[in-house]
């Protein structure tokens, strides 16, 4: 130890600090050296080189040592921590640096997905024995070393030398742009921006590879190519070489008359071509011309739907507003130009002419329109022309003079005469457009007569009876019929239904020769049948898909998943590792547990996918396609969480058995459908007629089902209805492949069908969905022929004749015609019952007549009874106190006599029931339905249908007379309904 005996002078004290500085072994603390160290290193007094208590005789011993420190520190650009290490001053460590710049295949490539291509810190630390976290920035001491190696990485990545395999070819990449943009190729897409997919191929993109994936990968190219789209955007950059002609394009679609295509709504390309000298494809192919074309015909368009002369015109007695001569119509997305009529009248009655047609044709089916403009066109034009009919109504019309109605009706049927003249080429009349611009007040009303047609049953709808059966099966029932009526010398007949219900009457008796006998009961037996079969195989569907739902309920609750932390993970999942991922994954739904797996699934859709399941389709994740097949499929797992289209189907189908309505009114049920009703132990349910526009719909069904294979249509759709997730949903719902549909009319035929087949009895029919309709009214009719009004109610028509479309078939005709004759019968010997020789007349023996008439008593219903005394429940023969259902007597003992004064009690009950048809049916609707509503059709048949004609319609007149006498007479009072 020699200290401050060797080292006494200043100049020796630093050629020592100087020697321990080059041999790596000056001691260091904190950044500084460490003097207290050195003091016992080399045997200096203690406190003798800090001079800790400040002796003056040290002075220069502290005085060297902060010199030296101080120099080392401004030489080496940093604290004196790392003096040792062989990079530890900025001058060493940017020696590294400018070494590795060129020479950086030394540098240790990142494996990491997350910074693919880039240095690897940690290898790059250890490879230069730097200490661990010094290049990541988490030692302080070595902060200035972590800020020189970002900066280091910064420019190798913009050089290109590190990053991506895609990063590294962005220099390459930018040469290759710069090259096209000079020589005017650059590859530009439909929207007029770089088309990357072409620029990427050339440097190796796969066919089946995305640029988007690419980009996100590597933000440097992201970058340049976004760089590029500005280009081509800021600088009008244009591969097209049709786009010199901007400027002349403009020009012509500013100053020139456009001239359009057979549509009237488009400017034609092949005109603009020509005018341009270009091919029709080098615009189709160019952006900027098409944007050019397509901003004129926006104003195109916008002409198209206003007028010139008047803001608007009178029709129908109310303002229009002016369409202009040539107007687009949206109902029939297409123009109708009346421009021709503008040269032989005036502007203005040509716009007025097409204003009303459109307001005219707005209400009419789509491709009804067609034939109405041409025959306009063709009678104005017609019209105008002085060879066909004197020039003085055209000459009217322009100048919007009065026009002599009978002048006008002259002209149009000459019109019909050239029309219908032989050597005249139009064939389809269609006078009736002329008629309605008549009515709208454009032009004098004139109705063309027309003849008769014979009736066309369209309205004719099939029921389940009359079902197609399958081909094998008819033709062999075809060839039994026809020898059967070739036999018994019968023609059947192949107009209506007759055919059909006597194939399915053959069918059935062959399946059921217990069958009845009577035609009318054996088709209610077999609409029975066939509806309890359709309604048990969609209760049995519409079971199989509850089962699951209330499974799901149970399996929510068994769920350990945390869906909030399953949502991170999954948003995050790009910035973890795949092994990590798959971990996680195998935890939450775990193969061995196929329960906990689906109730997880289950809780995870439930709560992150609002129900509906997602697909690798719509979640770009293979994952959850690959769990649905653990747990039996995609279907499976829906069907615990929200219906699937066979259930909604399924419910739909049990409405429909039970209400009668029609399927479009099924199909776009709403949510919230199932109400409460005023009727004990049954729910409302409405819906919407979209046909009749939005009339309301409404049926009381009951809560439960008449038996227990069948499941009430209530129960399905309140189930359906619980199940639907969305509460904007205006209409039920079904998942499919990732998302929820409304179930359309072909979807719920196909699924109609589809559960109908489950059943050996009914797949061998050919069902529809529409069928049901008919069936249940055609059902009700049969169960009590007599009562017209009845199905009218339930089927919601405001027309007894609409009704017919749906009831007027074989069995129920059959029925009729058998009361009609038993009603001929009574009605005779009422009528003459006062007549001595009425039995002559009759071909009735006296004795038999006698009987007839004594048994009549009046009921004061305007009707007879033939015989009051009935057989009660003791046995005791009675007098009928139940005058109120003479109108569905089981007995058949009510007569109809046409005297005037029986006549004028009917009247007098059905003015009546008119009065008191809106209370009745609001205070007391199933009474008012089962006793009131049969007399109300019945009166209406005996005095709208029965005493209109002939010797009838004058007792009519008289009985019109007595209603008035007894009306006038103060001591009356009308009759009321209990």
Avoid at 648 to 669: F, H, K
Avoid at 772 to 795: C, E, F, M, S, Y
Avoid at 946 to 959: C, E, P, W, Y
Wanted: a positive charge.
């Amino acid at each position: 130890m020699s200290g401050l005996g060797e080292y006494n002078t200043p100049a020796k004290l630093r050629a020592l600090l100087q020697t321990l500085f080059e041999n790596n072994q000056l001691p260091t603390h904190r950044g500084k050296i460490a003097r207290s160290l050195m003091e016992k290193t080399y045997g200096f007094q203690h406190a003798s080189l800090s001079n800790y208590y400040q002796l003056p005789k040290y002075q220069w011993c502290k005085q060297v040592l902060d010199d030296f420190e101080q120099e080392t520190i401004i030489l080496n650009g940093g604290s004196l921590t790392q003096i040792h290490h062989a990079y530890g001053t900025p001058e060493k460590f940017k020696a590294l640096l400018n070494h590795l710049k060129n020479n950086f295949d030394e540098l240790p490539v990142s494996k990491s997905a997350k910074r693919p291509g880039s240095i690897s810190r940690r290898a790059f630390e250890k490879k230069f024995n730097f200490p661990a976290g010094s290049m990541s920035g988490r030692m302080r001491s070595w902060h200035w070393a972590c800020e020189l190696f970002e900066q280091f990485e910064i420019e190798l990545y913009e050089e290109g030398n590190t990053g991506t395999v895609w990063e590294r070819k962005v220099p390459e990449i930018r040469n290759f742009l710069e090259a096209l943009t000079k020589a005017n190729r650059l590859p530009i897409n439909g929207l007029g921006k770089l088309n990357k997919k072409a620029v990427l191929t050339a440097f190796g993109l796969g066919e089946g590879e995305s640029t988007s994936v690419v980009e996100k990968r590597s933000p440097k190219l992201r970058s340049l190519l976004e760089e590029y789209d500005l280009v081509v955007k800021s600088n009008g950059y244009s591969q097209f070489s049709a786009d010199r002609y901007l400027d002349k394009l403009k020009h012509i679609l500013a100053t020139n008359e456009l001239v359009l295509d057979s549509s009237h709504r488009i400017i034609s390309l092949n005109w603009l071509a020509k005018l341009l000298g270009v091919t029709v494809a080098k615009i189709r192919n160019s952006p900027n011309l098409m944007g050019l074309i397509n901003e004129r015909t926006k104003i195109l368009h916008e002409s198209q739907s206003r007028g010139r002369t008047k803001k608007s015109f009178t029709v129908y007695g109310a303002e229009h507003i002016n369409v202009g001569a040539m107007p687009y119509s949206d109902k029939h997305a297409r123009v109708y130009s009346f421009n021709s009529l503008t040269k032989l009248y005036s502007l203005e009655f040509a716009e007025k002419v097409a204003t009303c047609f459109i307001a005219i044709t707005n209400n009419d089916v789509v491709g009804t329109a067609k034939n109405k403009y041409l025959r306009l066109l063709d009678f104005f034009e017609w019209l105008a022309d002085s060879r066909n009919y004197d020039r003085s109504i055209a000459s009217s019309l322009r100048d919007n003079t009065k026009i002599n109605d009978a002048e006008f009706g002259r002209a149009c049927m000459a019109y019909r005469a050239y029309l219908t003249h032989p050597n005249s080429i139009n064939t389809n009349l269609n006078l009736y457009v002329i008629t309605q611009l008549g009515e709208a007040r454009i032009i004098p009303k004139f109705k063309f007569l027309t003849h008769a047609r014979k009736h066309q049953d369209k309205g004719h709808r099939k029921s389940i009876l009359e079902a197609s059966i399958n081909k094998d099966e008819q033709s062999r029932l075809e060839n039994i019929l026809m020898d059967a009526a070739k036999y018994r010398g019968i023609e059947i007949s192949n107009g209506k239904d007759t055919r059909d219900f006597l194939e399915t009457l053959l069918f059935e008796k062959l399946r059921n020769p217990n069958l009845s006998d009577d035609f009318v009961e054996s088709m209610l037996e077999i609409t029975n049948i066939r509806l309890s079969e359709i309604r048990i195989q969609a209760s049995k569907t519409f079971r199989e898909w509850s089962i699951l739902y209330e499974r799901g309920k149970e399996l929510l609750k068994l769920a350990t998943v945390n869906c909030e932390e399953f949502r991170s993970k999954m948003d995050d999942r790009a910035s973890i590792s795949s092994f990590q991922w798959t971990k996680y994954i195998a935890e939450v739904f775990p193969n061995h547990e196929p329960e906990l797996l689906l109730a997880n699934l289950l809780s995870v859709i439930s709560n992150l996918y609002q129900g509906c399941p997602p697909t690798s389709t719509t979640s770009n994740m293979q994952m959850w396609n690959k769990k649905y097949q653990l747990v039996g499929g995609l279907e499976n797992v829906a069907s615990h969480l929200v219906p699937t289209r066979k259930a909604l189907s399924a419910a739909l189908i049990l409405y429909l058995c039970e209400s009668g309505a029609n399927v479009a009114v099924a199909t776009t049920l709403a949510p919230d459908c199932v109400r409460n009703s005023s009727v004990p132990l049954h729910k409302k349910i409405v819906g919407r007629k979209d046909r009749a526009n939005g009339k309301v719909i409404y049926d009381d069904l009951p809560l439960r089902a008449d038996g227990e294979d069948y499941v009430s249509a209530v129960q399905a759709l309140e189930g359906i209805c619980a199940a639907q997730r969305s509460a904007g949903n205006d209409v039920l719902k079904y998942y499919m492949q990732g998302a929820i549909h409304p179930l359309v009319e072909y979807a719920f035929r196909a699924d109609f069908k589809a559960i109908c087949s489950q059943s050996d009895y009914l797949k061998q029919f050919q069902l529809v969905p529409s069928m049901l309709r008919p069936t249940v009214l055609l059902n009700i009719q049969l169960k009590d022929p007599a009562n017209l009004g009845i199905a009218q109610l339930i089927a919601q028509h405001e027309s007894a004749s609409t009704t017919q479309g749906y009831t007027n078939k074989l069995p129920h005709r059959v029925q009729m015609e058998r009361d009609i004759l038993e009603f001929q019968k009574t009605l005779q010997i009422a009528m003459i019952s006062g007549d001595e020789n009425a039995p002559v007349k009759l071909g009735i023996e006296p004795i038999t007549w006698n009987e007839h008439r004594a048994k009549m008593q009046k009921t004061g219903w305007g009707v007879f009874c033939k015989d009051r005394e009935i057989i009660d429940v003791k046995g005791q023969s009675v007098q009928c106190t139940e005058v109120e259902n003479c109108v569905k007597c089981k007995h058949d003992r009510m007569l109809v006599s046409a005297d005037p004064e029986s006549i004028s009690e009917m009247m007098i009950w059905k003015t009546a029931l008119e009065r008191h048809e809106e209370r009745m049916s609001t205070t007391n609707m199933e009474r008012w339905t089962n006793i009131w509503v049969p007399w109300q059709a019945f009166f209406y048949v005996v005095l709208e249908e029965k005493m209109t004609r002939g010797v009838l319609s004058s007792i009519k007149r008289k009985a019109e007379e007595i209603v008035k006498n007894k009306i006038a007479d103060s001591r009356f009072v009308m009759p009321e309904p209990w």
